[in-house]
């Protein structure tokens, strides 16, 4: 079974660009996941979405937002880009389906490593 | 806000000695989940924890859950090099639907 496929694994972008980034999660499952992980700040979580709905959301500004399509793939957006978005922002899809506290194992993918100049 | 701290940041050990990471959270946990992230890799889930007091082993890595559900430990038992990366805790806080990870421990093993 293929595992979570991010693309593009890497890119470069200068400030005020705007950026879209694309997850295919493992078949069959429905809950994406979107983190930011720097050095400073850690994995810290974006969002998650499922059946083409955001569920949850971290906390970060308006810029960054996301969507999920109906075979489950997913994207996110960030407008206006800052030096301080460049980051690797991993994906992760998951089993879950019901709310309720998080549990069960997060599957990532290998990551898109984006660069603003 | 919900925070999960994780100790030590770094930790850099001689191959064959051992090796233990700790994480705290603010608010009880229902569950508790450890990933490893190789350089240069991602993270890979290693363990889930649910139950109070639960103590877990995989090989030379054992896992436990505090007592009150707002701590835990991964160990690791006579390290090797390829045990080298950062290991994440992560867990619900206070019942939320996020997994919220710690910051990680970064392992270094000298060979």
């Known amino acids: 079974k293929a595992g979570v496929t991010q693309t593009p694994r890497y890119l470069i972008k200068t400030r005020g660009q705007q950026v879209t980034l694309s997850c295919s999660p493992i078949?069959?499952?429905?809950?994406v996941s979107w983190y930011q992980q720097t050095p400073g700040q850690g994995l810290q979580f974006l969002f998650e979405?499922?059946?083409?709905?955001?569920?949850n959301k971290g906390n970060f500004p308006g810029r960054f937002s996301g969507r999920q399509f109906s075979n489950s793939r997913s994207e996110m957006n960030v407008s206006t880009l800052e030096l301080g978005d460049s980051a690797l922002y991993l994906c992760?899809?998951?089993?879950?389906?019901?709310?309720?506290?998080?549990?069960?194992?997060?599957?990532f993918g290998e990551g898109s490593r984006l660069t603003v100049l | 806000g919900q925070q999960v701290m994780q100790i030590p940041q770094y930790q850099h050990v001689q191959e064959g000695e051992d090796f233990t990471t700790y994480c705290n959270s603010s608010?009880?946990?229902?569950?508790i989940q450890w990933y490893k992230q190789r350089p240069g890799g991602h993270p890979v889930f290693l363990i889930q924890l649910v139950k109070s007091g639960e103590v877990k082993k995989q090989k030379r890595l054992t896992f436990q859950f505090g007592e009150a559900k707002k701590n835990s430990s991964l160990h690791i038992t006579a390290t090797q090099t390829t045990d080298v990366g950062t290991y994440f805790c992560a867990g619900p806080q206070g019942g939320s639907e996020k997994l919220v990870f710690g910051k990680g421990t970064k392992l270094t093993v000298n060979p």
């Open positions: 979405y499922f059946s083409e709905t955001q569920r």
């Open positions: 608010t009880t946990l229902s569950n």
């Open positions: 992760a899809s998951s089993l879950r389906t019901s709310g309720g506290p998080w549990t069960g194992e997060l599957f």
């Open positions: 078949s069959g499952h429905r809950s």
